[in-house]
């Protein structure tokens, strides 16, 4: 979590309409290459800290439903 990036990605999640994203909504609004955004969105998938769904071709991020009070807190 100290990582900038990540911070940044879950701050777009968390503050979307849908608190959902794809990994190039996220390198769109942050201005990273989808590379660089699918390396820290994998870390934070490992960690718990996001969950992936896939909805037909795409593949949707949002925050673990038991870790989104914390994150929120995180991000205040």
Excluded: N, Y
Excluded at 4 to 31: F, M
Aim: hydrophobic share 45%.
């Amino acid at each position: 979590m100290a990582d900038p990036t990540r911070l940044q990605l879950l701050s777009v999640i968390v503050g979307s309409t849908e608190r959902r994203a794809t990994i190039g909504h996220l390198a769109d609004a942050l201005g990273l290459t989808q590379p660089t955004v699918t390396h820290h969105v994998r870390i934070l998938v490992e960690d718990g800290v996001l969950v992936r769904r896939p909805v037909g071709k795409f593949v949707w991020l949002s925050v673990a439903e038991d870790r989104a009070a914390s994150i929120a807190d995180l991000l205040r």
